[in-house]
């Protein structure tokens, strides 16, 4: 944390004191537009932070409200719909995205595919070894391509080593965290396209 500026002083990128007298009148000038903007910013961020909880507060006790209807609750998490106004102009979607990560036994999927490749291309084409490899590849800081990963459990490949190295990975899997997005669109016109409606500053 910041110790407090001294009056008569502002500090500069350096983290040096410096007598206001000795700054610019427009470094100052730009200083405080630039804070009043950022101050500005961070209430709205607030401000869209507590809409955003209080609409999924609103759509839950609104799919509470439909399942008593139907005499059951509804448990679990709220959300992966979309909503849409009686008129059909506007709709309201809701997602969940969780952020998956693997465990130990994703080395052991990798192990076992290996040896898989390793069977299948002593007298065959080496392009499907650098597929599987372009699957496993990391990035700067180290992360596994979720998606590429993944992808190799939707293909279909009769084996029964590759069916054990799929079911590793897919014990490797566990979800980290999960967050939800809300999202707003209009209607165009009478068409059956929906725009957008856009809370992100820098869209606008």
């Known amino acids: 944390m910041n110790n407090q500026i001294p009056n008569g002083y502002m500090e500069n990128a350096q983290g040096h004191l410096v007598p206001v007298d000795a700054v610019n009148d427009l470094d100052i000038l730009r200083n405080d537009l630039v804070i009043a903007a950022v101050s500005m910013a961070q209430e709205l961020r607030q401000d869209l932070t507590q809409y955003k909880e209080s609409v999924i507060d609103d759509i ?83 992360n596994i391509n979720t998606g590429r990963v993944l992808g190799l459990m939707k293909l279909k490949i009769d084996d029964k080593q590759w069916t054990k190295a799929m079911e590793a990975l897919k014990d490797s899997i566990s979800v980290a965290s999960s967050k939800s997005y809300m999202r707003l669109y209009q209607r165009i016109g009478n068409e059956d396209k929906y725009e957008q409606i856009s809370l992100d500053v820098s869209s606008l």
Do not use: M, P
């Not at 130990?104 to 595919?113: D, F, G, N, V, Y």
């Open 60 to 142: 839950t006790a609104f799919i509470e409200l439909a399942a008593e209807k139907y005499d059951t609750t509804f448990g679990g998490k709220k959300g992966n719909l979309t909503l849409t106004s009686y008129d059909g102009r506007y709709r309201l979607q809701i997602s969940i995205s969780d952020t998956i990560t693997f465990d130990e036994r994703l080395q052991i999927a990798k192990q076992l595919i290996d040896e898989c490749i390793h069977r299948w291309t002593e007298n065959s084409s080496v392009n499907i070894k650098a597929l599987i490899e372009h699957a496993f590849q990391t990035d700067k800081q180290g």
